[in-house]
């Protein structure tokens, strides 16, 4: 399966933007790429997900680099709310969807 | 529509009990899922199932065991509790596999003593 990187923890200050950047370097031409996050004491959220092109939805941006072997997730305006442990997720259009959630990015966001 | 619902959310076991999880969805979904997340970790899958009456195991199934007898209905079973069993589980569905957005339930805290 292919396995992705991302940074421990981040840090923000409210209400400025937050790049969230995810490594999947053996990634495969029908892999999705899927994030998620959790606030604290719940399940996971679903954020967004894409596959080639870049895609915007109400909660944050996905932006995937033209080799598709990086990503970013980009939180426009943090709030205190945001801070969560974010998931960079691969997943094969396939039945089954088993995501494989790794350690993912704690982002602390300061008032 | 309430989502995905877990029962128990806390429950505190003995070694050697068993217990029963109970996850029910009400979003028709085909594709259900178990999660366990131990702290500080993240989620591991434990057993899927992809519609009534097929189930499959995941990364990490032993000590657990799973029925689909329903499309809504997904419990998980633990016979023989053992303290390496304590953790949070998460139950989840979907009805696009590969493709969808998991919707997850609120967790059930499981403690073996």
């Known amino acids: 399966d292919a396995k992705t990187t991302q940074p421990n923890s981040m840090e923000s200050n409210e209400e400025e933007p937050v790049h969230l950047p995810c490594n999947h370097s053996?990634?495969?031409?029908?892999?999705?790429i899927h994030w998620y996050r959790q606030l604290p004491s719940q399940g996971p959220e679903y954020v967004i997900h894409?596959?080639?092109s870049n895609v915007n939805n109400r909660m944050a941006s996905l932006a995937i680099a033209e080799d598709r072997k990086s990503s970013t997730l980009i939180l426009h305006r943090a709030t205190l709310r945001d801070a969560a442990v974010y998931y960079c997720?691969?997943?094969?259009?396939?039945?089954?969807?088993?995501?494989?959630f790794g350690g993912g990015t704690r982002l602390m966001v300061k008032p | 529509n309430a989502g995905v619902t877990q029962t128990p959310k806390f429950r505190i076991l003995k070694i050697g009990q068993s217990m029963t999880l109970q996850c029910t969805q009400d979003?028709?979904?085909?594709?259900m899922y178990w999660y366990r997340q131990d702290p500080g970790m993240g989620l591991k899958l434990i057993y899927y199932?992809?519609?009534?009456?097929?189930?499959d195991k995941g990364e990490v199934p032993n000590g657990y065991n799973v029925s689909r007898s329903t499309t809504e209905d997904f419990p998980l079973r633990l016979e023989l509790a053992a303290p390496s069993q304590t953790s949070v589980y998460f139950c989840?569905?979907?009805?696009?596999?590969?493709?969808?957005?998991?919707?997850f339930g609120e967790g059930s805290r499981l403690t073996v003593l």
């Open positions: 997720i691969l997943s094969a259009n396939n039945a089954g969807n088993m995501l494989t």
């Open positions: 053996t990634i495969s031409g029908t892999d999705y």
């Open positions: 894409g596959l080639t």
């Open positions: 979003m028709n979904h085909n594709y």
């Open positions: 199932s992809v519609g009534a009456g097929i189930t």
């Open positions: 989840a569905t979907t009805g696009l596999a590969g493709t969808g957005e998991l919707f």
